[in-house]
């Protein structure tokens, strides 16, 4: 079982719908974890971080289910310019600062 | 602030030679990680340098690669003899425990070996 499991998609949404992504984890001891997006040939960059009670930018609302390791990210009224992929990461503290990526879920927002 | 500065952006060598790829973290960070990302395996942690010291080189693939962190400013991944399945875009990253340990990544280096 991978450690970081996405929804693969891809999803192909119009413009101006909500959609949402989901991230399961296997490491119980995780304890950060952050949303990435990465556009086509470019490198990863930090969209959210994502806290326990669950956190909102703008558009984009993050929620972290503990007790059932999951993570989820919901954009609101969907622009052009969001589609890209979307990376869910998990940290593991303790003696690494080290991230683990999921594969990604691709996003193709449509006029 | 400038963000993490990786050079060259693009690398064509042939096989057999050594390639040097380079990274300036952002200042401040004292944490900094080399990816390594293509189509078939995603996104791979390669090693990572906390306060320039190597702490974990588990995920390099094998003897042809190295790398240094001569200090705070600077660290080196070189491969030699690079190889055609060496081809990919390589990331460097940094962060800080100041920012909880969110990691900021360079624009990458596309290598590719012929």
């Known amino acids: 079982r991978k450690e970081v499991e996405q929804d693969p998609g891809p999803f192909n949404v119009p413009e101006g719908a909500t959609v949402a992504f989901n991230c399961t984890y296997s490491?119980?001891?995780?304890?950060?974890f952050f949303w990435y997006r990465q556009d086509c040939r470019k490198e990863p960059k930090l969209l959210m971080s994502?806290?326990?009670s669950g956190n909102e930018d703008g558009r984009f609302t993050a929620q972290l289910n503990r007790a059932s390791q999951y993570i989820s990210l919901l954009i609101r009224d969907s622009k052009l310019s969001d589609s890209a992929t979307y990376l869910c990461?998990?940290?593991?503290?303790?003696?690494?600062?080290?991230?683990?990526f999921g594969s990604g879920t691709q996003l193709t927002v449509l006029p | 602030d400038a963000g993490v500065i990786q050079s060259p952006r693009h690398e064509v060598t042939e096989m057999g030679q050594e390639v040097t790829l380079r990274c300036k973290p952002i200042s401040g960070h004292d944490y900094l990680f080399w990816y390594r990302q293509t189509m078939m395996r995603g996104l791979e942690l390669l090693i990572y340098?906390?306060?320039?010291?190597?702490?974990?080189d588990s995920g390099m693939p094998e003897d042809r690669f190295s790398a240094k962190m001569p200090n705070a400013s600077f660290s080196t991944l070189k491969i030699q003899p690079s190889e055609p399945r060496d081809s990919a875009v390589y990331f460097c990253?940094?962060?800080?425990?100041?920012?909880?340990?969110?990691?900021?990544f360079g624009p990458g280096t596309r290598l590719t070996v012929t």
């Open positions: 994502v806290y326990s």
């Open positions: 340098f906390n306060n320039n010291v190597p702490i974990d």
């Open positions: 490491n119980s001891a995780s304890q950060s």
């Open positions: 990253a940094s962060s800080s425990r100041d920012r909880s340990y969110e990691q900021y």
């Open positions: 990461v998990v940290n593991d503290w303790g003696s690494a600062r080290q991230l683990t």
